[in-house]
Each structure stands twice: as structure tokens, then as C-alpha cells.
Nanobody, 124 residues
């Protein structure tokens, strides 16, 4: 079993920045993809970003391209999501995830492990 612990959510004004972090209890073959998803009230869970632990290739949802950056810290088995130029539409609960889904990094059902979620609220 793998536990994912998120941190870094909060309240910020539009145009501001936040960094989310996700630390995994261990790394296995089933956690080679690390991703972030978000869910706003009344909406479906949305893919935000993902990174391959081996190689470091990163991928982004269309709504966050150019504003968000995902990167990994091998020394801490952590993945961070740096969010710039935040908009009120970014308000949601953000979840980190880990899985071995290969090219299916944008599909939530390809992830085996999920964090508890952290709230991000962007005010106008």
C-alpha cells in the first residue's frame, strides 16, 4: 500500500501563486506516473498535470498549460505542482495520485493511489 500526503493548498487572490506538494510513503512499479487532478463543486474530476517518475516527461491539461508546472523531487519521493497566475476558475479540491498507467496519465481510473485532497480557493 502507498500513502500520499498533500500539502500547500490555501486562499489566494487572482494572479497569485501557490505550490502544492505530494509525498509518497514509498515508490514502486505501480507509482511510475504521478499526477494531479482537481474537482470543483458540481463538476467532474479534471486532469491537471502528470509526470513520469522515470524520465521526467510532464503533461498538462489545456486549462493550465503555461501557468502550472509539475516537477519531482527524488530525494523526498515528492511531486510538486507550482501554480502561477491563478484564476477564480482554478478553485477546487486538488488531489495527487500515483499509478502505473503508462500513456493513460490523463485518466483518473489509471491511478491506483490517491491523496486526501487539499483545497485551493482563488478570489477575484
Amino acid at each position: 500500500q502507498v500513502q500520499l500526503v498533500e500539502s500547500g493548498g490555501g486562499l489566494v487572490q487572482a494572479g497569485g501563486s501557490l505550490r502544492l506538494s505530494c509525498v509518497a510513503s514509498r515508490r514502486t512499479f505501480s507509482t511510475v506516473n504521478r499526477g494531479w487532478f482537481r474537482q470543483a463543486p458540481g463538476k467532474e474530476r479534471e486532469f491537471v498535470a502528470a509526470i513520469r517518475w522515470i524520465g521526467g516527461n510532464s503533461y498538462y491539461g489545456d486549462s493550465v498549460k503555461g501557468r502550472f508546472t509539475i516537477f519531482r523531487d527524488s530525494t523526498k519521493n515528492a511531486v510538486h505542482l507550482h501554480m502561477n497566475n491563478l484564476e477564480p476558475e482554478d478553485t477546487a479540491i486538488y488531489y495527487c495520485a500515483a499509478g502505473a498507467g503508462g500513456d493513460q496519465y490523463a485518466r483518473s481510473d489509471s491511478y491506483n493511489y490517491w491523496g486526501q485532497g487539499t483545497q485551493v480557493t482563488v478570489t477575484s
